[in-house]
């Protein structure tokens, strides 16, 4: 008798993250991810002893693969463009994945910030902000902060069919709108 294949945990979050690529958080269940596996619930259930730590843990999966992809371009001239388009091919490309981490509630209603520092992607965006405009900290947050909400606001617009911006535009506006602000945080120190 052949061995029988050991079912990992990351071998379920793989599974979980397809489905969610596919149908969408939802479609995360037990008898989903065994069906995607080929094998029965007892792996998922021996992994997560709920569904909602199944769902946590996807969302905490996929979090890590998009920052891995952010972070590839982390010593490139062009750090944060590349991010920007990233995030915009996300929401268009794969709305379901991009609403499971923009759109969801998976961020527990933390302060908004402390959720973004969570991630290294995030921290090393905020560093090359002050390194390519030569700001403070705060102001760096702020323009962060700010830059964010915009990109994200016109990601979710296109994920969710309601504009259809091409990334150029999308990218222009961001860019503008930071420029703008760094010329702000510059009239404003001393």
């Known amino acids: 008798m052949p061995p029988r294949q050991r079912i990992t945990r990351g071998m379920i979050l793989d599974a979980a993250l397809a489905l969610t690529r596919t149908e969408g958080i ?4 037990a008898r989903s991810v065994a069906k995607f596996l080929g094998c029965s619930t007892q792996p998922v259930f021996s992994q997560f002893a709920t569904m909602e730590a199944l769902r946590r843990a996807t969302f905490d999966h996929a979090g890590r693969v998009i920052m891995e992809k952010i972070l590839q371009y982390q010593d490139r001239p062009d750090f944060l463009q590349r991010t920007d388009e990233l ?9 379901r994945l991009f609403h499971l981490l923009y759109l969801s509630d998976s961020f527990e209603s933390r302060n908004l910030w402390e959720v973004m520092m969570d991630w290294e992607c995030n921290r090393k965006l905020v560093a090359a902000l002050a390194e390519r405009y030569g700001l403070g900290e705060e102001d760096c947050r702020d323009i962060f902060l700010r830059g964010y909400l ?16 091409t ?3 999308a990218l222009d506006m961001v860019r503008r709108t930071v420029g ?8 404003e120190e001393p």
């Open 167 to 169: 990334n150029q535009q």
């Open 26 to 29: 939802g479609a995360v269940n």
């Open 180 to 187: 703008d602000m760094v010329c702000g945080a510059r009239k």
């Open 150 to 165: 915009l990109l994200h606001g016109v990601a979710a617009m296109i994920a969710t069919n309601q504009m259809d911006f």
């Open 87 to 95: 995030v915009l091919n996300l929401a268009r490309d794969e709305p």
